[in-house]
């Protein structure tokens, strides 16, 4: 009787450490070639879905413009906390109830409110404390600095209208007085404008009153989320439903290294390196600043979409910023 044997197993050579080592780096070279391309691709989606937004914010507005015939202030009462821009656009971008829930005075007389009432009235903090997406830039994904936490939880956004080319105070006292030699020229967005619903004391601006021309003057840009001290302290940057937050100022060019200022020095947080620098002064005034390398998304007055890079030259940047000067440059 014949016995089979079963034949040995073969024996599989296991891995040397060395070649493991080279797999591991190969692998590890693969990955840091890889993810620069990754980042690249993710920013330039993040970018592309910045501009989409800009692009409602301006149909938004030239909707504004068609129903009321002006564009709406930058703000209303002296202090800008009456209501912003961002207010009395909501209806134009599908928040008319956000819009309806509001009272006080961008509701006016004539819609059942008699009563003057401010951003951050208790019976407002449901609209305020409102997260809304379209008015969100991807790019700055900082869910931790998306609310002011001792301003009542109110939210923070991404977008800002032109407030011309000084600081906060524009053609106040008079216009003429220059700062540091920037004479003030007219911008889209007036502080302590007039309410279309109840025609109260007030201004704003038509498009008519935009002599320099809708594809030359600029409508509304990107701001950066403030970054907050702590879970009890803000930076006020981005608090657009606030008339010093809703705005920026052409005075320092996009993403500009010199300071941005506040009125006082616990709404700001100084953090040069995360492109906010920060400084207390006597008024406010804040550049455009958004988290894309190289520049920020901008739309003009009559609705197109521009990529202004960090080295414009800062005098066409301050003329695309005035509305009524007459300057021929543009950001073309």
């Not at 997406?133 to 994904?141: F, G, R, V």
């Not at 320099?212 to 981005?238: F, V, Y």
């Not at 207390?280 to 520049?295: I, M, T, W, Y």
């Not at 890079?309 to 009524?324: G, K, P, V, Y």
């Amino acid at each position: 009787m014949r016995c089979l044997l079963t034949p040995p197993a073969t024996r599989r050579r296991a891995f040397t450490l060395v070649e493991l080592l080279v797999v591991i780096a190969i692998i590890g070279t693969l990955v840091g070639l890889l993810l620069p391309a990754v980042q690249a691709a993710r920013e330039s989606a993040n970018r592309s879905s910045c501009v989409n937004k800009l692009k409602q914010i301006g149909l938004a507005f030239q909707n504004y413009h068609s129903s009321y015939g002006s564009l709406p202030a930058s703000d209303y009462n002296a202090g800008g906390d009456w209501g912003t821009w961002q207010l009395a656009v909501l209806p134009f971008m599908e928040n008319q109830s956000l819009f309806d829930s509001y009272k006080g005075f961008m509701r006016g007389t004539a819609q059942g409110s008699t009563t003057v009432t401010n951003y951050s009235n208790a019976t407002n903090l449901p609209v305020t404390r409102t997260l809304i997406p379209q008015l969100l830039c991807p790019s700055d994904a900082s869910d931790e600095n998306t609310r002011a936490p001792n301003f009542s939880n109110i939210t923070k956004h991404n977008y800002v209208v032109n407030a011309g080319n000084t600081n906060r105070m524009q053609d106040f006292p008079v216009r003429g007085t220059p700062l540091n030699g920037v004479i003030y020229g007219g911008a889209p967005f007036i502080r302590n404008g007039r309410n279309p619903v109840n025609n109260v004391n007030g201004r704003v601006v038509k498009f008519s009153n935009i002599p320099d021309g809708l594809s030359k003057t600029l409508m509304a840009s990107e701001t950066c989320l403030g970054i907050n001290p702590s879970l009890t302290t803000s930076d006020l940057r981005g608090f657009t439903w606030w008339g010093p937050g809703a705005v920026f100022h052409a005075y320092n060019g996009p993403n500009s290294p010199t300071p941005d200022q506040f009125q006082f020095a616990s709404y700001c947080n100084n953090q040069p390196a995360k492109n906010l620098p920060c400084i207390q002064a006597a008024e406010v005034q804040l550049g455009a600043r958004s988290r894309h390398p190289s520049g920020v998304n901008a739309a003009n007055c009559d609705g197109s979409i521009r990529f202004v890079t960090n080295d414009i030259d800062i005098s066409i940047w301050r003329a695309a910023s005035t509305a009524e000067f007459g300057e021929s440059l543009s950001l073309d």
